[in-house]
Protein backbone atom coordinates (compact mmCIF):
# COMPACT_ATOMS: atom_id res chain seq x y z
CA UNK A 1 0.00 0.00 0.00
CA UNK A 2 1.00 3.61 -0.83
CA UNK A 3 0.32 7.14 0.51
CA UNK A 4 -1.86 7.99 3.65
CA UNK A 5 -2.83 5.24 5.46
CA UNK A 6 -6.74 4.20 4.77
CA UNK A 7 -9.12 4.22 7.37
CA UNK A 8 -12.81 2.68 6.95
CA UNK A 9 -15.79 2.72 8.87
CA UNK A 10 -16.83 -0.38 10.31
CA UNK A 11 -20.73 -0.98 11.18
CA UNK A 12 -20.02 -4.21 13.37
CA UNK A 13 -17.78 -2.00 15.58
CA UNK A 14 -19.33 1.16 14.75
CA UNK A 15 -16.17 3.06 14.87
CA UNK A 16 -13.27 4.45 11.87
CA UNK A 17 -10.66 1.46 12.32
CA UNK A 18 -7.15 1.73 10.00
CA UNK A 19 -7.45 -0.71 7.39
CA UNK A 20 -5.07 -4.35 7.21
CA UNK A 21 -5.98 -6.26 4.78
CA UNK A 22 -5.91 -10.28 5.80
CA UNK A 23 -3.69 -11.15 2.98
CA UNK A 24 -0.84 -8.27 2.62
CA UNK A 25 -1.85 -6.62 -0.53
CA UNK A 26 -4.77 -8.33 -1.28
CA UNK A 27 -8.59 -7.37 -0.64
CA UNK A 28 -11.44 -9.63 -0.82
CA UNK A 29 -14.79 -8.33 -0.79
CA UNK A 30 -18.27 -9.72 -1.13
CA UNK A 31 -21.51 -7.32 -1.44
CA UNK A 32 -25.02 -8.01 -1.47
CA UNK A 33 -26.23 -8.36 -4.94
CA UNK A 34 -30.17 -6.86 -6.36
CA UNK A 35 -33.23 -9.52 -6.23
CA UNK A 36 -33.72 -9.49 -9.90
CA UNK A 37 -37.26 -9.42 -9.57
CA UNK A 38 -37.79 -5.86 -11.60
CA UNK A 39 -35.31 -3.39 -12.59
CA UNK A 40 -32.75 -1.82 -10.00
CA UNK A 41 -33.94 1.76 -9.55
CA UNK A 42 -31.02 4.73 -8.21
CA UNK A 43 -30.98 4.09 -5.08
CA UNK A 44 -30.46 0.17 -5.86
CA UNK A 45 -27.35 1.32 -7.84
CA UNK A 46 -25.90 4.08 -5.38
CA UNK A 47 -25.15 0.65 -3.33
CA UNK A 48 -22.91 -0.54 -6.46
CA UNK A 49 -21.64 3.20 -7.26
CA UNK A 50 -20.47 2.80 -3.73
CA UNK A 51 -18.89 -0.78 -4.06
CA UNK A 52 -17.14 0.33 -7.38
CA UNK A 53 -15.74 3.42 -5.26
CA UNK A 54 -14.43 1.11 -2.93
CA UNK A 55 -12.93 -1.41 -4.89
CA UNK A 56 -11.52 1.71 -7.30
CA UNK A 57 -9.85 2.81 -4.32
CA UNK A 58 -8.37 0.03 -3.25
CA UNK A 59 -6.73 -0.50 -6.62
CA UNK A 60 -5.16 3.36 -6.69
CA UNK A 61 -3.70 2.29 -3.61
CA UNK A 62 -2.21 -0.31 -4.87
CA UNK A 63 -4.31 -3.35 -3.87
CA UNK A 64 -5.36 -6.51 -5.75
CA UNK A 65 -9.24 -6.97 -5.54
CA UNK A 66 -11.37 -10.21 -5.38
CA UNK A 67 -14.30 -8.72 -5.46
CA UNK A 68 -17.84 -11.14 -6.04
CA UNK A 69 -21.24 -9.73 -5.86
CA UNK A 70 -24.52 -12.35 -5.97
CA UNK A 71 -27.47 -12.48 -8.30
CA UNK A 72 -30.59 -13.32 -6.04
CA UNK A 73 -33.01 -15.21 -7.77
CA UNK A 74 -34.90 -16.77 -5.28
CA UNK A 75 -35.06 -16.18 -1.28
CA UNK A 76 -36.10 -12.51 -0.75
CA UNK A 77 -39.15 -12.20 0.62
CA UNK A 78 -41.69 -9.30 -0.05
CA UNK A 79 -40.78 -8.11 3.97
CA UNK A 80 -37.78 -8.70 5.69
CA UNK A 81 -39.43 -9.80 8.61
CA UNK A 82 -39.52 -13.42 7.70
CA UNK A 83 -43.32 -13.11 6.30
CA UNK A 84 -44.87 -13.02 2.84
CA UNK A 85 -44.39 -13.74 -0.25
CA UNK A 86 -40.98 -14.45 -2.86
CA UNK A 87 -40.21 -11.69 -4.69
CA UNK A 88 -39.16 -13.62 -7.56
CA UNK A 89 -42.60 -15.75 -7.99
CA UNK A 90 -44.57 -12.76 -7.40
CA UNK A 91 -43.27 -11.13 -10.21
CA UNK A 92 -43.59 -13.95 -12.29
CA UNK A 93 -47.29 -14.33 -11.42
CA UNK A 94 -47.89 -11.17 -12.24
CA UNK A 95 -45.96 -11.23 -15.65
CA UNK A 96 -47.73 -14.51 -15.93
CA UNK A 97 -43.97 -15.61 -17.17
CA UNK A 98 -41.45 -17.92 -15.91
CA UNK A 99 -38.94 -17.08 -13.28
CA UNK A 100 -35.83 -18.16 -15.05
CA UNK A 101 -36.86 -15.53 -17.77
CA UNK A 102 -38.08 -12.63 -15.42
CA UNK A 103 -34.23 -13.21 -14.14
CA UNK A 104 -32.56 -13.82 -17.16
CA UNK A 105 -33.95 -10.35 -17.92
CA UNK A 106 -33.58 -7.92 -15.26
CA UNK A 107 -29.91 -9.40 -14.66
CA UNK A 108 -28.92 -8.27 -18.07
CA UNK A 109 -30.57 -5.39 -17.41
CA UNK A 110 -28.90 -4.60 -14.35
CA UNK A 111 -25.47 -5.31 -15.64
CA UNK A 112 -26.03 -2.81 -18.32
CA UNK A 113 -26.64 -0.27 -15.81
CA UNK A 114 -23.73 -1.76 -14.40
CA UNK A 115 -21.66 -0.86 -17.51
CA UNK A 116 -23.36 2.58 -18.08
CA UNK A 117 -21.90 3.56 -14.89
CA UNK A 118 -18.38 2.26 -15.33
CA UNK A 119 -18.61 0.37 -12.54
CA UNK A 120 -16.16 -2.69 -12.72
CA UNK A 121 -17.20 -6.05 -13.09
CA UNK A 122 -16.86 -8.00 -9.76
CA UNK A 123 -14.71 -11.41 -10.43
CA UNK A 124 -17.79 -13.32 -10.22
CA UNK A 125 -21.79 -12.84 -10.54
CA UNK A 126 -22.93 -15.60 -8.31
CA UNK A 127 -26.24 -16.81 -8.79
CA UNK A 128 -28.29 -18.61 -5.72
CA UNK A 129 -29.79 -20.72 -7.75
CA UNK A 130 -26.37 -22.26 -8.94
CA UNK A 131 -25.67 -22.78 -5.03
CA UNK A 132 -28.46 -24.60 -3.81
CA UNK A 133 -26.61 -28.05 -2.75
CA UNK A 134 -23.93 -26.20 -1.59
CA UNK A 135 -26.98 -24.08 0.91
CA UNK A 136 -28.32 -27.48 1.86
CA UNK A 137 -24.93 -28.94 2.95
CA UNK A 138 -24.44 -25.84 5.28
CA UNK A 139 -28.01 -25.67 6.29
CA UNK A 140 -27.04 -29.32 7.28
CA UNK A 141 -23.73 -28.35 9.10
CA UNK A 142 -25.84 -26.19 11.33
CA UNK A 143 -29.25 -27.68 12.34
CA UNK A 144 -28.19 -29.95 14.92
CA UNK A 145 -26.82 -27.07 17.05
CA UNK A 146 -28.99 -24.09 15.75
CA UNK A 147 -32.25 -24.86 14.16
CA UNK A 148 -35.58 -26.42 14.59
CA UNK A 149 -38.22 -27.44 12.09
CA UNK A 150 -41.39 -26.13 11.94
CA UNK A 151 -44.81 -26.76 9.32
CA UNK A 152 -43.43 -24.01 7.39
CA UNK A 153 -39.60 -24.22 7.52
CA UNK A 154 -36.24 -24.77 8.88
CA UNK A 155 -35.46 -22.06 11.18
CA UNK A 156 -32.31 -20.34 13.28
CA UNK A 157 -32.34 -19.92 16.52
CA UNK A 158 -30.74 -16.56 17.59
CA UNK A 159 -30.15 -17.58 21.08
CA UNK A 160 -28.05 -20.60 20.14
CA UNK A 161 -24.99 -17.47 18.58
CA UNK A 162 -23.08 -14.96 20.98
CA UNK A 163 -24.54 -11.57 20.78
CA UNK A 164 -26.93 -11.92 18.43
CA UNK A 165 -27.80 -8.57 16.18
CA UNK A 166 -24.72 -6.94 17.65
CA UNK A 167 -24.46 -5.35 14.09
CA UNK A 168 -27.92 -3.75 14.39
CA UNK A 169 -27.56 -2.72 17.98
CA UNK A 170 -31.23 -2.19 18.49
CA UNK A 171 -32.59 -5.94 18.43
CA UNK A 172 -35.27 -6.33 21.05
CA UNK A 173 -38.60 -8.12 20.53
CA UNK A 174 -40.39 -4.79 20.46
CA UNK A 175 -37.92 -4.04 17.66
CA UNK A 176 -38.78 -2.07 14.06
CA UNK A 177 -39.66 -4.85 11.57
CA UNK A 178 -39.24 -7.91 14.16
CA UNK A 179 -42.60 -8.67 14.21
CA UNK A 180 -42.87 -13.02 15.07
CA UNK A 181 -44.91 -13.70 11.61
CA UNK A 182 -44.52 -17.40 12.20
CA UNK A 183 -46.50 -19.41 14.54
CA UNK A 184 -44.29 -21.51 16.68
CA UNK A 185 -40.92 -19.49 16.72
CA UNK A 186 -39.03 -19.30 19.81
CA UNK A 187 -38.20 -16.15 19.17
CA UNK A 188 -39.36 -13.00 17.31
CA UNK A 189 -35.87 -12.55 15.61
CA UNK A 190 -35.74 -16.38 14.21
CA UNK A 191 -35.25 -16.74 10.55
CA UNK A 192 -36.39 -19.61 8.08
CA UNK A 193 -33.03 -20.70 6.54
CA UNK A 194 -35.30 -23.13 4.56
CA UNK A 195 -38.73 -22.33 3.76
CA UNK A 196 -40.76 -25.25 2.81
CA UNK A 197 -43.52 -25.07 0.17
CA UNK A 198 -46.99 -25.70 1.10
CA UNK A 199 -48.90 -28.87 0.84
CA UNK A 200 -50.65 -27.72 -2.81
CA UNK A 201 -48.76 -24.43 -3.20
CA UNK A 202 -47.46 -24.13 -6.89
CA UNK A 203 -43.85 -22.82 -6.45
CA UNK A 204 -41.98 -22.51 -10.34
CA UNK A 205 -38.86 -22.90 -7.65
CA UNK A 206 -38.01 -25.83 -5.46
CA UNK A 207 -35.57 -28.29 -4.50
CA UNK A 208 -35.21 -31.37 -2.53
CA UNK A 209 -34.02 -31.30 0.81
CA UNK A 210 -34.14 -33.04 4.45
CA UNK A 211 -36.44 -31.07 5.49
CA UNK A 212 -39.09 -31.43 2.40
CA UNK A 213 -39.27 -29.75 -0.75
CA UNK A 214 -38.60 -26.17 -0.61
CA UNK A 215 -36.60 -22.77 -1.39
CA UNK A 216 -33.37 -21.81 0.46
CA UNK A 217 -33.93 -18.22 3.21
CA UNK A 218 -31.95 -15.26 1.56
CA UNK A 219 -29.74 -14.81 4.55
CA UNK A 220 -28.31 -18.19 3.60
CA UNK A 221 -27.65 -17.47 0.20
CA UNK A 222 -24.84 -14.69 1.41
CA UNK A 223 -23.35 -16.64 3.88
CA UNK A 224 -22.78 -19.88 1.53
CA UNK A 225 -21.59 -17.79 -1.60
CA UNK A 226 -19.68 -15.36 0.41
CA UNK A 227 -17.89 -18.36 2.28
CA UNK A 228 -17.23 -20.24 -1.06
CA UNK A 229 -15.62 -18.34 -2.73
CA UNK A 230 -13.95 -15.88 -0.32
CA UNK A 231 -12.97 -18.13 2.28
CA UNK A 232 -14.92 -18.28 6.08
CA UNK A 233 -13.15 -15.00 7.32
CA UNK A 234 -12.61 -11.96 4.52
CA UNK A 235 -12.08 -8.39 3.93
CA UNK A 236 -15.29 -6.54 3.83
CA UNK A 237 -18.69 -7.32 3.58
CA UNK A 238 -20.76 -4.13 2.14
CA UNK A 239 -24.52 -3.57 1.30
CA UNK A 240 -27.20 -0.62 1.73
CA UNK A 241 -28.07 0.65 5.46
CA UNK A 242 -31.06 -1.56 5.36
CA UNK A 243 -29.10 -4.39 5.62
CA UNK A 244 -27.64 -3.78 8.46
CA UNK A 245 -30.97 -4.21 10.61
CA UNK A 246 -31.67 -8.10 9.58
CA UNK A 247 -30.29 -9.63 6.37
CA UNK A 248 -26.44 -8.53 7.96
CA UNK A 249 -27.43 -9.81 11.66
CA UNK A 250 -28.40 -13.05 9.97
CA UNK A 251 -25.55 -13.75 7.72
CA UNK A 252 -23.40 -13.06 10.72
CA UNK A 253 -25.22 -15.56 12.98
CA UNK A 254 -25.23 -18.21 10.45
CA UNK A 255 -21.39 -17.85 9.70
CA UNK A 256 -20.79 -17.91 13.51
CA UNK A 257 -22.49 -21.33 13.99
CA UNK A 258 -20.83 -23.01 10.96
CA UNK A 259 -17.74 -21.86 12.06
CA UNK A 260 -17.95 -22.48 15.57
CA UNK A 261 -16.08 -18.82 16.56
CA UNK A 262 -17.39 -15.48 17.18
CA UNK A 263 -16.02 -14.50 14.01
CA UNK A 264 -18.57 -12.36 12.05
CA UNK A 265 -17.50 -13.60 8.63
CA UNK A 266 -15.97 -10.14 7.40
CA UNK A 267 -13.58 -7.82 9.39
CA UNK A 268 -15.22 -4.77 8.02
CA UNK A 269 -19.43 -4.16 7.17
CA UNK A 270 -19.48 -1.57 5.37
CA UNK A 271 -22.91 0.28 4.46
CA UNK A 272 -24.08 2.90 2.35
CA UNK A 273 -26.99 5.13 3.36
CA UNK A 274 -30.23 5.75 1.23
CA UNK A 275 -30.71 7.64 -1.82
CA UNK A 276 -33.90 9.77 -0.50
CA UNK A 277 -37.00 10.93 -2.20
CA UNK A 278 -39.61 13.22 -0.41
CA UNK A 279 -41.28 10.28 1.45
CA UNK A 280 -37.78 8.14 2.46
CA UNK A 281 -35.82 6.01 0.79
CA UNK A 282 -36.17 5.43 -2.39
CA UNK A 283 -38.01 1.61 -3.04
CA UNK A 284 -39.63 -0.96 -4.86
CA UNK A 285 -41.82 -1.91 -2.70
CA UNK A 286 -43.36 1.82 -2.33
CA UNK A 287 -43.34 2.89 -5.71
CA UNK A 288 -42.42 6.21 -7.15
CA UNK A 289 -39.06 4.99 -7.99
CA UNK A 290 -36.81 5.89 -10.72
CA UNK A 291 -34.64 3.70 -12.95
CA UNK A 292 -31.26 4.60 -14.84
CA UNK A 293 -33.17 3.93 -18.33
CA UNK A 294 -35.57 7.16 -17.65
CA UNK A 295 -32.91 9.48 -16.84
CA UNK A 296 -31.22 8.57 -19.97
CA UNK A 297 -34.51 9.23 -21.81
CA UNK A 298 -34.66 12.73 -20.44
CA UNK A 299 -31.47 13.22 -22.03
CA UNK A 300 -29.02 12.75 -18.75
CA UNK A 301 -25.85 11.01 -19.31
CA UNK A 302 -25.58 7.81 -16.31
CA UNK A 303 -22.25 9.30 -15.52
CA UNK A 304 -23.84 12.24 -14.08
CA UNK A 305 -26.00 10.30 -11.83
CA UNK A 306 -22.66 8.51 -10.51
CA UNK A 307 -21.11 11.93 -10.45
CA UNK A 308 -23.99 12.78 -8.40
CA UNK A 309 -23.55 9.74 -5.94
CA UNK A 310 -19.80 10.67 -5.67
CA UNK A 311 -20.52 14.78 -4.84
CA UNK A 312 -21.97 13.17 -1.24
CA UNK A 313 -20.56 11.06 1.39
CA UNK A 314 -21.35 7.26 0.96
CA UNK A 315 -22.68 7.55 4.76
CA UNK A 316 -25.02 10.17 4.35
CA UNK A 317 -28.37 10.52 2.90
CA UNK A 318 -28.35 11.37 -0.95
CA UNK A 319 -31.59 13.00 -2.00
CA UNK A 320 -32.80 12.90 -4.99
CA UNK A 321 -34.15 15.47 -7.36
CA UNK A 322 -34.22 16.43 -10.62
CA UNK A 323 -32.44 19.78 -9.78
CA UNK A 324 -29.53 17.59 -8.41
CA UNK A 325 -29.26 15.75 -11.30
CA UNK A 326 -29.07 18.30 -13.82
CA UNK A 327 -26.44 19.96 -11.15
CA UNK A 328 -24.42 16.75 -11.47
CA UNK A 329 -24.55 17.55 -15.41
CA UNK A 330 -23.36 20.40 -15.84
CA UNK A 331 -20.33 19.82 -13.11
CA UNK A 332 -19.75 17.01 -15.57
CA UNK A 333 -20.49 18.89 -18.78
CA UNK A 334 -17.92 21.55 -17.15
CA UNK A 335 -15.39 18.92 -16.79
CA UNK A 336 -15.56 17.14 -20.36
CA UNK A 337 -15.05 20.12 -22.01
CA UNK A 338 -12.09 21.09 -19.82
CA UNK A 339 -10.37 18.03 -19.92
CA UNK A 340 -11.24 17.91 -23.83
CA UNK A 341 -9.50 21.29 -24.18
CA UNK A 342 -6.41 19.78 -22.36
CA UNK A 343 -6.21 17.04 -25.09
CA UNK A 344 -6.06 19.12 -27.60
CA UNK A 345 -3.08 21.01 -26.37
CA UNK A 346 -0.82 18.02 -24.84
CA UNK A 347 -0.34 14.17 -24.37
CA UNK A 348 -1.40 13.12 -20.96
CA UNK A 349 2.55 12.43 -18.87
CA UNK A 350 2.98 9.82 -16.67
CA UNK A 351 2.81 11.39 -12.89
CA UNK A 352 3.52 9.46 -10.28
CA UNK A 353 4.46 12.18 -7.10
CA UNK A 354 2.30 15.27 -6.74
CA UNK A 355 0.99 17.69 -3.68
CA UNK A 356 -2.61 17.02 -5.75
CA UNK A 357 -2.21 13.64 -5.95
CA UNK A 358 -1.45 13.64 -2.25
CA UNK A 359 -4.50 15.44 -1.55
CA UNK A 360 -6.61 13.39 -3.65
CA UNK A 361 -5.08 9.87 -1.83
CA UNK A 362 -6.02 11.59 1.25
CA UNK A 363 -9.41 12.16 0.80
CA UNK A 364 -9.90 8.82 -0.07
CA UNK A 365 -7.58 7.13 2.40
CA UNK A 366 -9.97 9.05 5.19
CA UNK A 367 -13.49 6.99 4.40
CA UNK A 368 -13.85 7.46 1.07
CA UNK A 369 -14.20 11.39 0.85
CA UNK A 370 -15.56 11.70 -2.04
CA UNK A 371 -16.65 14.77 -2.20
CA UNK A 372 -13.47 16.44 -0.95
CA UNK A 373 -12.00 13.92 -3.73
CA UNK A 374 -13.56 15.97 -6.37
CA UNK A 375 -12.37 19.15 -5.40
CA UNK A 376 -8.82 18.36 -5.77
CA UNK A 377 -10.01 17.02 -9.27
CA UNK A 378 -11.37 19.78 -9.33
CA UNK A 379 -7.78 21.98 -8.79
CA UNK A 380 -6.57 19.48 -10.98
CA UNK A 381 -7.94 20.54 -13.88
CA UNK A 382 -8.23 24.22 -13.69
CA UNK A 383 -4.72 25.08 -12.22
CA UNK A 384 -3.32 26.94 -14.87
CA UNK A 385 -0.15 27.38 -13.51
CA UNK A 386 0.07 23.03 -14.23
CA UNK A 387 1.54 22.20 -17.85
CA UNK A 388 -1.26 21.05 -19.56
CA UNK A 389 0.15 17.14 -20.30
CA UNK A 390 1.00 16.75 -16.23
CA UNK A 391 -3.05 18.09 -15.35
CA UNK A 392 -4.06 15.33 -17.71
CA UNK A 393 -1.99 12.82 -16.11
CA UNK A 394 -3.21 14.10 -12.69
CA UNK A 395 -6.86 13.50 -14.14
CA UNK A 396 -6.15 9.71 -15.22
CA UNK A 397 -4.61 8.87 -12.38
CA UNK A 398 -7.98 10.38 -10.25
CA UNK A 399 -10.58 9.20 -12.79
CA UNK A 400 -9.35 5.88 -12.64
CA UNK A 401 -10.50 5.76 -8.87
CA UNK A 402 -13.65 7.65 -9.56
CA UNK A 403 -14.32 5.96 -12.65
CA UNK A 404 -16.08 9.26 -14.30
CA UNK A 405 -14.33 8.30 -17.89
CA UNK A 406 -12.86 11.35 -17.94
CA UNK A 407 -9.67 10.91 -20.13
CA UNK A 408 -12.06 9.94 -23.28
CA UNK A 409 -15.92 11.10 -22.80
CA UNK A 410 -16.30 13.94 -25.78
CA UNK A 411 -19.08 16.46 -25.21
CA UNK A 412 -20.78 14.77 -27.95
CA UNK A 413 -21.00 11.56 -25.41
CA UNK A 414 -22.61 14.07 -23.17
CA UNK A 415 -25.21 15.06 -25.60
CA UNK A 416 -28.12 12.75 -25.02
CA UNK A 417 -31.31 13.03 -27.18
CA UNK A 418 -34.27 12.71 -24.45
CA UNK A 419 -36.68 10.21 -25.84
CA UNK A 420 -39.11 12.60 -26.59
CA UNK A 421 -36.63 15.02 -28.88
CA UNK A 422 -37.54 15.93 -32.30
CA UNK A 423 -33.98 16.62 -33.32
CA UNK A 424 -31.22 14.59 -33.37
CA UNK A 425 -27.35 15.71 -32.91
CA UNK A 426 -26.53 15.52 -36.87
CA UNK A 427 -29.90 17.86 -37.40
CA UNK A 428 -28.75 20.10 -34.64
CA UNK A 429 -25.63 20.40 -36.04
CA UNK A 430 -26.95 21.37 -39.57
CA UNK A 431 -29.06 23.81 -38.34
CA UNK A 432 -26.07 25.37 -36.30
CA UNK A 433 -23.92 25.36 -39.35
CA UNK A 434 -26.91 27.46 -41.80
CA UNK A 435 -26.90 29.91 -38.66
CA UNK A 436 -23.23 30.23 -38.61
CA UNK A 437 -23.00 31.16 -42.53
CA UNK A 438 -25.93 33.79 -42.04
CA UNK A 439 -24.25 35.27 -38.96
CA UNK A 440 -21.25 35.82 -40.99
CA UNK A 441 -23.19 37.33 -43.90
CA UNK A 442 -24.93 39.41 -41.36
CA UNK A 443 -27.94 38.24 -41.58
CA UNK A 444 -29.09 37.95 -38.37
CA UNK A 445 -32.92 37.89 -39.11
CA UNK A 446 -32.22 34.21 -40.20
CA UNK A 447 -29.23 33.42 -37.67
CA UNK A 448 -32.09 34.91 -35.02
CA UNK A 449 -35.04 32.83 -36.68
CA UNK A 450 -32.55 29.46 -36.38
CA UNK A 451 -32.06 30.04 -32.64
CA UNK A 452 -35.88 30.19 -32.15
CA UNK A 453 -36.73 27.13 -33.81
CA UNK A 454 -33.55 25.12 -31.64
CA UNK A 455 -35.15 26.75 -28.99
CA UNK A 456 -38.57 25.28 -29.45
CA UNK A 457 -36.78 21.95 -30.11
CA UNK A 458 -35.51 21.86 -26.43
CA UNK A 459 -32.05 23.24 -27.75
CA UNK A 460 -29.38 25.97 -26.28
CA UNK A 461 -27.19 27.87 -28.11
CA UNK A 462 -24.64 29.12 -25.91
CA UNK A 463 -22.50 31.97 -28.00
CA UNK A 464 -19.58 32.78 -26.29
CA UNK A 465 -19.97 30.24 -23.79
CA UNK A 466 -16.67 30.30 -21.92
CA UNK A 467 -16.11 26.80 -22.22
CA UNK A 468 -16.85 27.12 -26.01
CA UNK A 469 -19.77 24.89 -25.76
CA UNK A 470 -21.50 25.44 -28.36
CA UNK A 471 -25.01 23.91 -27.69
CA UNK A 472 -26.95 21.79 -25.05
CA UNK A 473 -29.86 20.24 -24.61
CA UNK A 474 -31.90 22.18 -22.50
CA UNK A 475 -33.31 19.70 -19.35
CA UNK A 476 -35.90 20.78 -17.33
N1 LIG B 1 -32.85 3.87 -1.64
C1 LIG B 1 -31.73 3.18 -1.55
N2 LIG B 1 -30.55 3.84 -1.46
C2 LIG B 1 -29.38 3.15 -1.39
N3 LIG B 1 -29.28 1.81 -1.42
C3 LIG B 1 -30.43 1.10 -1.53
C4 LIG B 1 -31.70 1.74 -1.58
N4 LIG B 1 -32.66 0.78 -1.68
C5 LIG B 1 -32.02 -0.42 -1.68
N5 LIG B 1 -30.69 -0.23 -1.60
C6 LIG B 1 -29.65 -1.27 -1.66
O1 LIG B 1 -29.68 -1.81 -2.97
C7 LIG B 1 -29.09 -3.10 -2.97
C8 LIG B 1 -29.91 -4.07 -3.81
O2 LIG B 1 -31.08 -4.38 -3.15
P1 LIG B 1 -32.24 -5.29 -3.70
O3 LIG B 1 -32.13 -5.51 -5.16
O4 LIG B 1 -32.38 -6.47 -2.81
O5 LIG B 1 -33.41 -4.26 -3.52
P2 LIG B 1 -34.80 -4.40 -2.90
O6 LIG B 1 -34.66 -4.66 -1.43
O7 LIG B 1 -35.62 -5.31 -3.74
O8 LIG B 1 -35.28 -2.93 -3.17
P3 LIG B 1 -36.42 -2.14 -2.48
O9 LIG B 1 -35.97 -1.89 -1.08
O10 LIG B 1 -36.49 -0.92 -3.30
O11 LIG B 1 -37.66 -2.98 -2.57
C9 LIG B 1 -28.98 -3.48 -1.49
O12 LIG B 1 -27.63 -3.32 -1.07
C10 LIG B 1 -29.87 -2.48 -0.80
O13 LIG B 1 -29.47 -2.26 0.53
ZN1 LIG C 1 -26.71 -10.56 1.10
Request: proline content about 5%; glycine content about 6%.
Amino acid sequence: MTGAPLTFYDSYTRELRPFVPIEPGKVRIYSCGPTVYNYAHLGNLRAYVFTDTLSRTLAFKGFAVDHIINITDVGHLTSDADAGDDKMEAAARAQAKSIWDIAAHYTEAFKANIRDLNIREPRLWSVATDHIVEMIDFAKTIAPGHCYELDSGLYFDVETVPDYGRLARSVDDEGEGRIDAVAGKRHAQDFAIWRKSTPGEQRQMEWDSPWGPGAPGWHLECSVMSRKYLGDQFDIHTGGIDHREIHHPNEIAQNQAHSGTPCTGANWWMHNNFLVVRNGKMSKSQGGFTILASIVDRGIHPLAYRLMCLSAHYRSELEFSGENLVAALTRLRRMVIAVSQLRDRAEPEAVDAHPLLDAFDAALADDLNTPKALTVLDQAIADKKLAPGLRLGLIARMDAALGLNLPTLTRADLRLRPADALLDAAAVEARMAERKAARAAKDFATSDAIRDELSAQGIEIMDGDPLGWDWAIRID
